[in-house]
Structures are given as structure tokens and as C-alpha cells.
């Protein structure tokens, strides 16, 4: 399984993006996929995970209400829809992917096998 994010770039303040993750491999279509995002200086940390009915959404406390995940498992993209964003959001940002996952972990680093390159982030102010 191969995970290729894109979208990122330079924004302002309360601007909107979004972010997409295109996987490859037929059966990733059945794995719980997820985004994380690194700043500089900092730890990776979860943003929001999505089960793959899209029944089940998690996100951080931080993104919450501004954040949006989806996907589209007839193409295999997942995309992270992010509104009203500030200056602390600015990271790179990953998509993970992992089959069967246990959901009480799915904001854990260690639960996902698969990963993307990231793409990049920033917001000024």
C-alpha cells in the first residue's frame, strides 16, 4: 500500500484547504485511514481518522468543529477538509492507513502501518 498526500501549501489566517490522500492497492479501499501532522519542533500528533463505511470520525479536541475528514472508497482518496485555520495548524501533514485497526486506538501513531510522504502546511497570520 502506497499513500500519497497532496494539497498543502501557504495560506492566511481563516482561509480554507484542503487535503487529499490518494492510496494505492486495491484492498486499501478496506483500511481505516487517518491524518496526523508534525510542526516543526514538535511531536507528530492525531488530527482525525475516519472507519471505512465513514460511519466512524475521530478528531483532536483542536481541529474539532473547523476539520472535516471524508473519503471516496470508489477512487481510494481520502481527503481532510480544514476551515477557519490559524497559525497553529501550520505542520506537515501525514495520511496513514491500517486494516482492522483496534478504534479505541485509532488517534495512536504506533496503530497505523502505512504512511505518506506529507505535504506541507503553513498559515500565517
Known amino acids: 500500500v502506497q499513500l500519497q498526500a497532496s494539497g498543502g501549501g501557504l495560506v492566511q489566517a481563516g482561509d480554507s484547504l484542503t487535503l487529499s490522500c490518494a492510496a494505492s492497492?486495491?484492498?486499501?479501499?478496506?483500511?481505516?485511514k487517518a491524518w496526523f501532522r508534525q510542526a516543526p519542533g514538535k511531536d507528530r500528533e492525531f488530527v482525525a481518522a475516519?472507519?471505512?463505511?465513514?460511519?466512524?470520525?475521530r478528531y483532536a479536541d483542536s481541529v474539532k468543529d473547523r476539520f472535516a475528514i471524508s473519503r471516496d472508497n470508489v477512487n481510494n482518496i481520502m481527503y481532510l477538509q480544514m476551515n477557519s485555520l490559524k497559525p497553529d495548524d501550520t505542520a506537515v501533514y501525514y495520511c496513514?492507513?491500517?486494516?482492522?485497526?483496534?478504534?479505541?486506538?485509532?488517534?495512536?501513531?504506533?496503530?497505523?502501518?502505512?504512511w505518506g510522504q506529507g505535504t506541507l502546511v503553513t498559515v500565517s497570520s
Open positions: 475516519i472507519s471505512v463505511s465513514s460511519q466512524i470520525t
Open positions: 492497492g486495491r484492498t486499501s479501499k478496506a483500511y481505516v
Open positions: 496513514a492507513a491500517q486494516p482492522n485497526p483496534d478504534t479505541n486506538t485509532l488517534d495512536q501513531i504506533g496503530t497505523y502501518t502505512y
